[in-house]
Nanobody, 114 residues
Framework: QVQLVESGGGLGQPGESLRLSCKAIGINFKIATMDWYRQAPGKQRELVANITSAGRTTYADFVKGRFTVSRDNARRTVDLQMNNLEPEDTTVYYC????????WGQGAQVTVSS
């Protein structure tokens, strides 16, 4: 069974940090490009960061210098470290895998509020 199981996130204050994790089940993880997207209500889903099978990372401009994506092939996980949180980071974050097909996680809520 193919699953991308997300954990972490939650509630943080501006300037604080949160972390998201995604564990991949039933996919060829080591060759997969792993992505983090986010989607606010009424808006299009947008790419936040990704990391290729070779470890190359890409970040959206709105998170550069604040967020870091990493992967652990042995644990079959991809993480998103979110530092210096801003209220506009509040939304649902989705893990995504591409390895010749697409798979999506269930979404994890991140809320940044004072």
């Amino acid at each position: 069974q193919v699953q991308l199981v997300e954990s972490g996130g939650g509630l943080g204050q501006p300037g604080e940090s949160l972390r998201l994790s995604c564990k991949a089940i039933g996919i060829n993880f080591k060759i997969a490009t792993m992505d983090w997207y986010r989607q606010a209500p009424g808006k299009q889903r947008e790419l936040v960061a990704n990391i290729t099978s070779a470890g190359r990372t890409t970040y959206a401009d709105f998170v550069k210098g604040r967020f870091t994506v990493s992967r652990d092939n042995a644990r079959r996980t991809v993480d998103l470290q979110m530092n210096n949180l801003e209220p506009e980071d509040t939304t649902v974050y989705y893990c995504h895998a591409y390895y010749g097909r697409d798979n999506w996680g269930q979404g994890a809520q991140v809320t940044v509020s004072s």
